[in-house]
């Protein structure tokens, strides 16, 4: 009896129902993570694309061009940053429909220690090998 109500309880409760692969908890830990990691590049992006020292001195051509050259590879660093946070917020997205931790090319459960280190990996170890060798 007392295991029934138990069962009926944790099937009622929104939240217990494990979604995906992980439990909710892990998945949680995951999201929280994801989440900091974006919010440290978004800061990361606003400062590689700021628009300090430029414009000020341009007195000298040299300067002018050490700027430019400057701007340009601070713009490839926020393009690389604005490419880390899509396959962020596309983690958060598989988080929420519970496809968190499965490779989106071959199905498979993607190792806990892959996504300890990339956790907005979509891939698993073994897809990742076998595109590097193509
Ligand atoms: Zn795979």
């Known amino acids: ?3 029934k ?5 944790t099937s009622i409760i929104p939240g217990r129902v494990p979604a995906g692969v992980f439990p909710a908890e892990k998945n949680l830990a995951y999201r929280k993570k994801l989440e900091q ?7 990361a992006i606003k400062t590689a694309e700021k628009p300090e020292n430029f414009g000020n001195d341009t007195d000298a051509f040299d300067e002018e061009a050490d700027e430019a050259e400057a701007f340009a590879s601070g713009m490839a660093i926020s ?6 946070v899509n ?4 983690a958060l997205a598989r988080i929420r429909s519970g496809a968190y931790g499965v490779c989106t090319n ?11 280190i990339v956790p907005e990996s979509s891939w698993c170890e073994q897809c990742k090998k076998s595109q590097r060798k193509r």
């Open 1 to 3: 009896m007392k295991e």
């Open 5 to 9: 109500i138990k069962t009926f309880l």
């Open 37 to 43: 990691e974006k919010k440290r590049l978004i800061k």
């Open 79 to 84: 393009q690389t940053l604005r490419d880390r």
């Open 87 to 90: 396959e962020i917020d596309l």
């Open 106 to 116: 071959c199905k498979q459960t993607i190792s806990e220690k892959l996504l300890e």
